[in-house]
């Protein structure tokens, strides 16, 4: 069973940076695509980055430039690098999968089925 871990989050000032992790367990990474969303208060989910099994990415433009994926598929687990952080990027970080997918979807929620419990990000300003 899939199963999706998110770690990483914290509070950081504006302009700092920060590495999220994704935990995949139960079934190996190297096959498919991961997707990042995040979740401001009162907002709805918004999809920000996708990697495929090629290591293909896929960004919003609200974090183009500003944000990377990565994965490691020996440690079975996806990167978020996060620099340049602004306070509009507090939110809950979540990572999502939709099975066999191996290449990027649209980053919208409806197309993933697996979901981590998300970590928190705060950047004050």
């Not at 199963?3 to 190297?30: H, P």
Request: aromatic letters at 8%; charged letters at 20%; a neutral charge.
């Amino acid at each position: 069973q899939l199963q999706l871990v998110e770690s990483g989050g914290g509070l950081v000032q504006a302009g700092g940076s920060l590495r999220l992790s994704c935990v995949v367990r139960g079934v190996s990474l190297e096959h498919f695509a991961i997707a990042w969303f995040r979740q401001a208060p009162g907002k709805d989910p918004e999809g920000i980055s996708c990697i495929g099994f090629n290591d293909n990415t896929l960004y919003s433009d609200s974090v183009k430039g500003r944000f990377t994926a990565s994965r490691d598929n020996a440690k079975n687990t996806v990167y978020l690098q996060m620099d340049g952080l602004k306070p509009e990027d507090t939110a809950v970080y979540l990572c999502a999968a939709e099975l066999p997918l191996a290449t990027c979807p649209p980053l919208v929620r409806r197309q993933f089925e697996s979901w981590g419990q998300g970590t928190r990000v705060t950047v004050s300003s």
